[in-house]
C-alpha cells in the first residue's frame, strides 16, 4: 500500500497532480477541496489511497489523514 507520497509537484490541475519522486512521475487524483489547500511551494506531501480495479489502479490523495 501507499500511504503517501512526497516529492516536487511537476503539473496541478483542479482534479490532479503530477508529482515527482525520485525520478517517477505518480499521477494523483484529488478533490476540489484538496486542490484548493496545496501549498504553492514546490515540495509537497499527500496522503494516499490506492484503488485498484480490475482495468485500472487508480491513487487518491489528501492534504490530511
Known amino acids: 500500500m501507499i500511504t503517501h507520497i512526497q516529492g516536487r509537484l511537476v503539473e496541478k490541475n483542479p482534479t490532479d497532480v503530477v508529482i515527482d519522486c525520485n525520478g517517477v512521475g505518480y499521477q494523483i487524483n484529488?478533490?476540489?477541496?484538496?486542490y484548493s489547500l496545496l501549498p504553492e511551494s514546490?515540495?509537497?506531501k499527500l496522503f494516499t489511497y490506492l484503488i485498484i480495479?480490475?482495468?485500472?489502479?487508480l491513487l487518491y490523495g489528501f492534504i490530511e489523514k
Open 30 to 34: 484529488i478533490s476540489l477541496h484538496t
Open 42 to 44: 514546490e515540495t509537497i
Open 53 to 57: 480495479k480490475e482495468d485500472a489502479h
